[in-house]
């Protein structure tokens, strides 16, 4: 009985952990061109992500 | 400006400032002194494209970082905001990528998906752990494991219902708050049912917790709902990656006198445009000065480029092929063409009766059942034990077992498998309802120009043609765009010998090239210019002809036809073996349909307005599926039941069409009719295995005999089944073997049997 203190919440933060890191990764946009991630460790170049995509909704001219 | 500019170069200038002005204007601040443009380039295919397209567009003075997405296929550029925009389409074009300006402002839709990845995620962490404490739950743990566990379930249940269940309640809630129901209320009242009677027994230390069932409904629903909108995502970007036809602004002149470049809206009546060849007309107008040819294709149907001069008025949307234009605007942006089509569009809309889903019909006989049922075994259960307990316990039970999971699923799956197959073939699909109403359609009208054709002019041999004579008009004809010089450029080199250059070529907009050869003037142009001298036309020249006079002597004449679309024989074919009338309605001349529409053996309309096509569809009682590309079409796609445009059509009509098909062939009709009609089958499929269930573990729970894990089991599999026969849409039968045959066309392959057995 005792060992469920500390398994169930190892097992637990583990889980949290897993969803913390995707939430992360969606957030930083790492699934918007999964076809170029593929491509692009063929190249050597420079590979910096332009992140934050969306403009901003009044920023037209 | 001059009304007869001596070579295209004046508007080639012309055309690429007026680019750079609305890139400007699709550009959005991103802060920083930076901007940020998006560009559509559909041609970038590899990892190659993406080095090339980085490297060149980084090398540009003022662009800070350029990044393609390649599964997007496009580009996104920062550059400086200080200097003029750097010339991005040019060097694009200079590499070999053709590319367009996208508008990432109109893509707001997006968050929708990402929220529903997100609400995904959180149901799939809590479903798996709380899963994960009933299995030993269920495998016989202690009293004291088991209430700890249940308390550990609730608390991971909890934040996970409220986070991933609150797209569910919000729908539902809406639902209710107009009094209707729909697939979302039965789901929400069974889940946040499932979820409080757990909780009672957990408190009351009871021997059965339903969080895991209830967490595991939201994530099977939400991988069904998930997978619905990617698909409804992806179509939408597709289409939106389409070149706009039309401009976002026009060259005008300003009160200084000099040329400024003013967005669409701000355009008023009175004012001057200057209009380059090869740009679409901004707003209604009146010719001020120029001669030109216009393709009105898009705009009334008609298939043959009309000559404007001095005086003429244009619609917006018209094309200028030829030579530039001056223009004083008669209506505002607003009041022109497009806008009148816009209303007809709304009118339409509001004159179709709502398509109800068929998930939606499904739910409403549905949710009556199950919770009628559900009240019974309550009070069947009152009534015989008295054990008040007892009795909503079973009654949850039946709830829960009926939840509609694998109705929930039964629909969208077998439609995001539908699209897939669509997609593969070039065609995209709006939304899930769409492929649902296609299946129903009974009659399937046509438009002519741009649809059955392709909009673009043919040589055809209607007589004997010298070799040489063809040459030499194929070589001069190269230094026009007008489309019948486009066609005789393409006729010529297969057939002519040794290549000839003339010496000196001139385009006389609204008339012709004048050609100089050594001493002799070559003309190829309107038989009444080409033929100055006075000499009379010979026979068999007729309207559509051009003719090449040397020194005003008749050399040749040619003439045009509009080209069909590839296989729209076989389409036609076998659309009416698939038992479906088909018609043609357009607004073109009377003999040009005629002569097409007897060509495919099918029933024709000429001269049809665009308020007479949408009264025509309204009017046949029928359930229509509109197929058109132009600016007239658009009321009609909006009216009919279901509506297809080709990748070409204008941007208006592409929107409103619930299918666009990308390629040229016009066999994507029947293919997607029958696509939608297999699905349709596997919709009503998968419903009956669901009601089937249902009517299997209704009555074991109404007789009080359901434990969680038989609920657990129960669902998943009937989710299972139901995914396992969408799959087999169109799947197992050597896929890309058959993909292959739709894109050449063979009408043979049983594919295109639109039987629906």
Same mark, same amino acid.
């Given at each position: 009985?005792?060992?469920?203190?500390?398994?169930?919440?190892?097992?637990?933060?583990?889980?949290?952990?897993?969803?913390?890191?995707?939430?992360?990764?969606?957030?930083?946009?790492?699934?918007?061109?999964?076809?170029?991630?593929?491509?692009?460790?063929?190249?050597?170049?420079? #590979?910096?992500?332009?992140?934050?995509?969306?403009?901003?909704?009044?920023?037209?001219? | 400006?001059?009304?007869?500019?001596?070579?295209?170069?004046?508007?080639?200038?012309?055309?690429?400032?007026?680019?750079?002005?609305?890139?400007?204007?699709?550009?959005?601040?991103?802060?920083?002194?930076?901007?940020?443009?998006?560009?559509?380039?559909?041609?970038?295919?590899?990892?190659?494209?993406?080095?090339?397209?980085?490297?060149?567009?980084?090398?540009?003075?003022?662009?800070?970082?350029?990044?393609?997405?390649?599964?997007?296929?496009?580009?996104?550029?920062?550059?400086?905001?200080?200097?003029?925009?750097?010339?991005?389409?040019?060097?694009?074009?200079?590499?070999?990528?053709?590319?367009?300006?996208?508008?990432?402002?109109?893509?707001?839709?997006?968050?929708?998906?990402?929220?529903?990845?997100?609400?995904?995620?959180?149901?799939?962490?809590?479903?798996?752990?709380?899963?994960?404490?009933?299995?030993?739950?269920?495998?016989?743990?202690?009293?004291?494991?088991?209430?700890?566990?249940?308390?550990?379930?609730?608390?991971?249940?909890?934040?996970?219902?409220?986070?991933?269940?609150?797209?569910?309640?919000?729908?539902?809630?809406?639902?209710?708050?107009?009094?209707?129901?729909?697939?979302?209320?039965?789901?929400?009242?069974? !889940?946040?049912?499932?979820?409080?009677?757990?909780?009672?027994?957990?408190?009351?230390?009871?021997?059965?917790?339903?969080?895991?069932?209830?967490?595991?409904?939201?994530?099977?629903?939400?991988?069904?709902? &998930?997978?619905?909108?990617?698909?409804?995502?992806?179509?939408?970007?597709? !289409?939106?990656?389409?070149?706009?036809?039309?401009?976002?602004?026009?060259?005008?002149?300003?009160?200084?006198?000099?040329?400024?470049?003013?967005?669409?809206?701000?355009?008023?009546?009175?004012?001057?445009?200057?209009?380059?060849?090869?740009?679409?007309?901004?707003?209604?107008?009146?010719?001020?000065?120029?001669?030109?040819?216009?393709?009105?294709?898009?705009?009334?149907?008609?298939?043959?480029?009309?000559?404007?001069?001095?005086?003429?008025?244009?619609?917006?949307?018209?094309?200028?092929?030829?030579?530039?234009?001056?223009?004083?605007?008669?209506?505002?942006?607003?009041?022109?063409?497009?806008?009148?089509?816009?209303?007809?569009?709304?009118?339409?809309?509001?004159?179709?009766?709502?398509?109800?889903?068929?998930? #939606?019909?499904?739910?409403?006989?549905?949710?009556?059942?199950?919770?009628?049922?559900?009240?019974?075994?309550?009070?069947?259960?009152?009534?015989?034990?008295?054990?008040?307990?007892?009795?909503?316990?079973?009654?949850?039970?039946?709830?829960?077992? &009926?939840?509609?999971?694998?109705?929930?699923?039964?629909?969208?799956?077998?439609?995001?498998?539908?699209?897939?197959?669509?997609?593969?073939?070039?065609?995209? !699909?709006?939304?899930?309802?769409?492929?649902?109403?296609?299946?129903?359609?009974?009659?399937?009208?046509? #438009?002519?120009?741009?649809?059955?054709?392709?909009?673009?002019?043919?040589?055809?041999?209607?007589?004997?043609?010298?070799?040489?004579?063809?040459?030499?008009?194929?070589?001069?004809?190269?230094?026009?765009?007008?489309?019948?010089?486009?066609?005789?450029?393409?006729?010529?080199?297969?057939?002519?010998?040794?290549?000839?250059?003339?010496?000196?070529?001139?385009?006389?907009?609204?008339?012709?090239?004048?050609?100089?050869?050594?001493?002799?003037?070559?003309?190829?142009?309107?038989?009444?210019?080409?033929?100055?001298?006075?000499?009379?036309?010979?026979?068999?020249?007729?309207?559509?002809?051009?003719?090449?006079?040397?020194?005003?002597?008749?050399?040749?004449?040619?003439?045009?036809?509009?080209?069909?679309?590839?296989?729209?024989?076989?389409?036609?074919?076998?659309? !009416?073996?698939?038992?479906?009338?088909?018609?043609?309605?357009?607004?073109?001349?009377?003999?040009?349909?005629?002569?097409?529409?007897?060509?495919?053996?099918?029933?024709?309309?000429?001269?049809?307005?665009?308020?007479?096509?949408?009264?025509?569809?309204?009017?046949?009682?029928?359930?229509?599926?509109?197929?058109?590309?132009?600016?007239?079409?658009?009321?009609?796609?909006?009216?009919?039941?279901?509506?297809?445009?080709?990748?070409?059509?204008?941007?208006?009509?592409?929107?409103?069409?619930?299918?666009?098909?990308?390629?040229?062939?016009?066999?994507?009709?029947?293919?997607?009719?029958?696509?939608?009609?297999?699905?349709?089958?596997?919709?009503?499929?998968?419903?009956?295995?669901?009601?089937?269930?249902?009517?299997?573990?209704?009555?074991?729970?109404?007789?009080?005999?359901?434990?969680?894990?038989?609920?657990?089991?129960?669902?998943?599999?009937?989710?299972?089944?139901?995914?396992?026969?969408?799959?087999?849409?169109?799947?197992?039968?050597?896929?890309?073997?058959?993909?292959?045959?739709?894109?050449?066309?063979?009408?043979?392959?049983?594919?295109?049997?639109?039987? #629906?057995?």
């Amino acid at each position: 009985m005792m060992d469920f203190f500390y398994l169930i919440p190892v097992a637990l933060a583990l889980g949290a952990a897993g969803l913390a890191t995707f939430m992360w990764s969606l957030k930083s946009g790492q699934y918007e061109d999964l076809e170029g991630a593929a491509e692009r460790i063929l190249s050597n170049d420079g #590979d910096k992500p332009i992140v934050e995509m969306r403009p901003p909704p009044s920023g037209r001219p | 400006m001059s009304c007869c500019s001596p070579s295209a170069d004046a508007a080639m200038i012309d055309r690429s400032r007026t680019a750079n002005d609305e890139l400007l204007l699709a550009s959005h601040d991103i802060g920083g002194g930076m901007r940020q443009n998006d560009l559509s380039v559909p041609t970038i295919h590899c990892g190659g494209c993406i080095q090339t397209i980085e490297k060149a567009l980084d090398s540009l003075p003022g662009v800070e970082q350029a990044r393609v997405n390649l599964s997007a296929r496009r580009v996104t550029i920062r550059w400086r905001a200080d200097g003029t925009p750097p010339p991005l389409i040019e060097t694009l074009r200079a590499v070999g990528y053709e590319a367009h300006l996208y508008d990432v402002a109109a893509d707001s839709k997006d968050d929708a998906v990402a929220e529903l990845v997100r609400a995904l995620a959180v149901a799939g962490f809590a479903a798996s752990n709380i899963m994960m404490l009933s299995v030993s739950v269920w495998s016989g743990a202690e009293p004291a494991t088991r209430d700890l566990f249940h308390w550990i379930s609730a608390l991971i249940a909890l934040p996970a219902l409220a986070y991933s269940g609150r797209i569910f309640f919000h729908s539902a809630w809406q639902s209710l708050r107009h009094c209707q129901t729909n697939m979302d209320v039965p789901i929400s009242i069974g !889940v946040l049912l499932a979820f409080a009677l757990s909780l009672y027994e957990t408190i009351h230390r009871g021997p059965h917790a339903y969080f895991d069932a209830s967490i595991t409904l939201l994530f099977f629903l939400l991988i069904g709902r &998930t997978l619905d909108h990617v698909m409804r995502e992806r179509a939408r970007a597709a !289409v939106q990656g389409l070149a706009r036809l039309g401009g976002r602004g026009a060259l005008v002149i300003g009160a200084d006198g000099g040329p400024t470049y003013l967005p669409l809206n701000e355009i008023e009546p009175g004012m001057t445009i200057l209009l380059a060849a090869g740009e679409r007309v901004p707003v209604d107008g009146r010719v001020l000065s120029g001669q030109s040819d216009l393709d009105c294709s898009l705009v009334s149907g008609e298939s043959a480029p009309q000559p404007v001069c001095v005086g003429s008025m244009l619609q917006a949307g018209t094309l200028n092929l030829t030579g530039p234009l001056a223009i004083a605007a008669t209506a505002a942006a607003k009041d022109s063409f497009l806008a009148e089509m816009l209303q007809m569009m709304e009118a339409a809309e509001s004159g179709r009766s709502a398509y109800r889903r068929i998930s #939606d019909r499904a739910s409403r006989l549905y949710a009556p059942v199950v919770h009628l049922s559900a009240a019974a075994t309550f009070i069947g259960w009152v009534a015989a034990t008295g054990d008040v307990h007892r009795a909503l316990t079973v009654a949850i039970a039946v709830l829960i077992i &009926t939840c509609p999971c694998a109705l929930g699923l039964a629909v969208p799956m077998v439609q995001v498998v539908a699209a897939r197959r669509l997609f593969e073939r070039g065609i995209m !699909v709006k939304d899930g309802g769409a492929l649902e109403r296609l299946a129903e359609v009974e009659t399937v009208i046509f #438009d002519k120009t741009g649809t059955l054709t392709i909009g673009a002019p043919r040589l055809v041999g209607g007589g004997p043609i010298d070799p040489d004579a063809l040459a030499l008009a194929a070589a001069i004809a190269s230094y026009s765009r007008h489309p019948y010089s486009i066609a005789l450029a393409a006729a010529g080199p297969a057939r002519a010998g040794a290549p000839i250059a003339p010496d000196h070529v001139s385009e006389y907009p609204g008339s012709g090239l004048e050609a100089l050869l050594g001493t002799a003037v070559y003309r190829l142009g309107r038989p009444e210019w080409a033929l100055a001298g006075g000499e009379s036309l010979p026979s068999g020249a007729e309207m559509a002809s051009v003719i090449l006079s040397k020194d005003g002597r008749c050399l040749a004449v040619f003439q045009f036809e509009d080209r069909l679309r590839s296989d729209a024989r076989k389409a036609i074919a076998a659309l !009416v073996e698939g038992g479906l009338a088909v018609e043609v309605l357009s607004g073109d001349r009377e003999q040009p349909v005629r002569q097409l529409a007897s060509a495919l053996g099918v029933s024709h309309r000429s001269q049809v307005s665009p308020g007479g096509k949408t009264a025509h569809i309204v009017a046949s009682g029928r359930k229509v599926l509109m197929v058109g590309d132009g600016l007239n079409d658009a009321p009609a796609l909006v009216a009919a039941h279901a509506s297809m445009a080709p990748a070409s059509a204008a941007d208006v009509g592409r929107n409103a069409a619930d299918l666009v098909f990308l390629r040229e062939s016009l066999l994507a009709v029947p293919q997607a009719i029958t696509v939608a009609r297999n699905a349709r089958r596997l919709v009503r499929q998968n419903l009956a295995v669901a009601v089937g269930y249902n009517a299997i573990a209704m009555p074991i729970a109404i007789f009080g005999y359901v434990t969680p894990l038989i609920a657990a089991v129960a669902m998943s599999l009937s989710s299972l089944v139901v995914v396992a026969n969408a799959m087999r849409l169109g799947g197992g039968r050597g896929k890309t073997h058959r993909q292959q045959d739709s894109w050449r066309g063979n009408p043979s392959s049983p594919q295109f049997a639109l039987s #629906d057995k």
